[in-house]
């Protein structure tokens, strides 16, 4: 495998990046120290939550769920008991629609079946059920 050259300008140019994001690191923590009312740099396990694919903190996973929640009312699908809206509800309320059910009054009286009498071979009536 061939590794292309790397020219020493282009060293020299990252170097100088690197230090300058360095010395800004450290002179907003030390402002932050000084100033209490400015908000402290978020952790490093913070920072790698915000792009971890498998975490529910992650960019995109509170990306979406802030939008949808913006976009969606509160009756709408992907609402979670406590009204949060997410991906995931709104994707089972739209492949789950709401069970069919029919307009049963069950304290409305069943209706009596009453059999019709039949005839046996002698032509007399037989009546089933009585």
Do not use: C, E
């Amino acid at each position: 495998m061939k590794v292309a050259p790397v020219s020493g300008d282009l060293l020299v140019k990252l170097a100088l990046a690197a230090a300058v994001v360095g010395v800004g690191v450290v002179l907003v923590r030390r402002a932050g120290a000084a100033l209490p009312g400015l908000p402290d740099l978020p952790s490093f396990d913070s920072v790698v939550q915000s792009f971890n694919p498998a975490s529910d903190q992650n960019l995109a996973y509170t990306g979406v769920n802030a939008l949808g929640n913006a976009i969606v009312d509160a009756s709408g699908p992907g609402r979670s008991a406590d009204g949060s809206w997410s991906l995931g509800y709104w994707i089972y309320d739209v492949t789950h629609p709401a069970p069919f059910t029919p307009g049963i009054n069950p304290a409305a009286p069943l209706p009596t079946v009453q059999p019709s009498p039949v005839q046996d071979d002698f032509g007399s009536p037989i009546y089933p059920y009585a």
